[in-house]
């Protein structure tokens, strides 16, 4: 049991490049998410999914997708990276909403 | 709007207890969380307390709830150095009873550094 696995767990990026992080878990759980956290900022959450299918805008979606194909599966995409997007992104996901979020180990994305 | 604060750092001597401290804004908090992370990890989660809960126990770990003031605290009794890591506190706010969709607000974390 795994539990939440993220790939890769570092990269860089030159602006205006694009790279999608996967997310895995094998928890069952219907619930998924993607933060990214910033020094100082704690965890803001990107965009989020509530089941196979679906997905929904978080507090700062603005320059990611997301897309939830398959239950187990989370990807975040970054169509044309920017210096700001520098972060470390963190997957969780959870039972249902409200309950305890299990995390990944993150990816740490530089973009230069 | 919602917002969860902590102080940044603490500072205790091994064996000593820790009390980390939280206070959040939104009183319709549904489950109020604890999780900490070690260098390089992701977050994992500590304890958990309900709403309707004022106190909740654990091996070490203490949380008390002061709904009144909007207050959170994690006390870790016997404080290792293993326990040096950053903290955070959490909430889960319900924002529609109807399709019960909830919605997580993160502290900005407290780093807990254990003196030998």
């Known amino acids: 049991n795994a539990g939440v696995t993220q790939t890769p767990k570092f990269r860089v990026l030159k602006t205006g490049q694009s790279m999608t992080l996967l997310c895995a878990q094998d928890?069952?759980?219907?619930?998924m998410y993607w933060y990214r956290q910033d020094p100082g900022m704690g965890l803001r959450l990107i965009h989020y999914?509530?089941?196979?299918?679906?997905?929904a805008k978080g507090e700062v979606p603005d320059g990611y997708n997301v897309s939830r194909l398959k239950k187990q599966n989370f990807l975040l995409g970054l169509e044309s990276a920017a210096p700001s997007q520098t972060s470390v992104y963190f997957c969780?996901?959870?039972?249902?909403?409200?309950?305890?979020?299990?995390f990944g180990p993150g990816t740490r994305l530089t973009v230069t | 709007g919602e917002d969860v604060e902590q102080s940044l750092f603490l500072s205790v001597r091994e064996g000593d207890s820790s009390v980390i401290n939280c206070t959040y804004t939104?009183?319709?908090?549904?489950?109020l969380y604890w999780y900490k992370q070690e260098p390089g990890a992701g977050l994992q989660l500590l304890t958990y307390?309900?709403?309707?809960?004022d106190m909740k126990q654990d091996q070490r770990l203490t949380v008390l709830l002061n709904k009144k003031d909007k207050h959170l605290s994690l006390r870790i009794a016997d404080t290792q150095t293993g326990d040096s890591a950053i903290y955070f506190c959490?909430?889960?706010?319900?924002?529609?009873?109807?399709?019960?969709?909830?919605?997580?607000?993160f502290g900005t974390g407290t780093r807990l550094k254990v003196l030998a």
């Open positions: 969780a996901s959870s039972y249902s909403f409200g309950f305890e979020q299990y």
């Open positions: 928890m069952n759980h219907e619930y």
């Open positions: 999914s509530v089941g196979e299918g679906t997905t």
């Open positions: 939104d009183s319709s908090s549904t489950y």
């Open positions: 307390i309900f709403s309707n809960m």
């Open positions: 959490a909430e889960s706010i319900r924002l529609d009873g109807t399709s019960g969709t909830y919605k997580y607000i």
